[in-house]
Structures are given as C-alpha cells and as structure tokens.
Nanobody, 127 residues
C-alpha cells in the first residue's frame, strides 16, 4: 500500500521560512518522481515542484522559483520542500505526490497529474 505522509506546515509571517517533509512507503522511491502540489482556498491545484529521485533533477514553477527548493533523501524515503521568503499568496494546503513518470509541464506549469497523493499539510502565511 502506497503511503505519503506530509508534515511541517504551520503559520508563518510573510518573509519567513518553512520546511515541509513527506515520508513515503509502498513503492520504489529511488526510481520515482516526487512532487509538491498546492491548493489555495477557492483555487485549482497548482504544481509547485518536482524531483527525479533517480538523478536528482528538479523543476520549480515560476511562481516559486528562487524561493522554494525541493530535495529528497533516498535513504529515508523522504522528500522535502524548503520554502523561503514566503508570501501571503503561498497560503495553501500542500500535498506531496508520487509517480513513476515525470508530471507533464505545459507552458511552464506543472500539471497536477500524479498516481499517488498524500493527505496534505496546511501552510498559512500572514501578511
């Protein structure tokens, strides 16, 4: 059974930092693509970042490029999202997701199409 357990969300002031973590089990983590997807209140899901666990390559959406960094630890089956310089508009529920293929990227946007999803962790940025 695939399990994705996200943690690390919370309340932070604008300009602050948070680090999300997602522990995975039940599939081949080291050959997978791990993504972070967020959903703000009243908005569609938005792909934020993804990483290839086989070669470490990453992709970040323009909205977070230079502020967020995705990384993973294959020994711990865990993917991270370091979020710096947080803005009010980063407020959302953040989900980790997994797939054996990279998510489609269209027009610089990561399509939130992944096989497996975690339960989400809430990030609230106060202005």
């Amino acid at each position: 059974e695939v399990q994705l357990q996200a943690s690390g969300g919370g309340l932070v002031q604008s300009g602050g930092s948070l680090r999300l973590a997602c522990e995975a089990s039940g599939f081949s983590f080291s050959t997978s693509y791990m993504s972070w997807v967020r959903q703000a209140p009243g908005k569609e899901r938005e792909g934020v970042s993804y990483i290839s666990n086989s070669d470490g390559s990453t992709f970040h959406a323009d909205s977070v490029k230079g502020r967020f960094t995705i990384s993973s630890d294959n020994a711990k089956n865990t993917v991270y999202l370091q979020m710096n310089s947080l803005k009010f508009e980063d407020t959302a529920v953040y989900y980790c997701a997994a797939d054996q293929s990279p998510p489609p990227v269209i027009g610089g946007l990561i399509m939130p199409i992944m096989d497996y999803w975690g339960q989400g962790t809430l990030v609230t940025v106060s202005s």
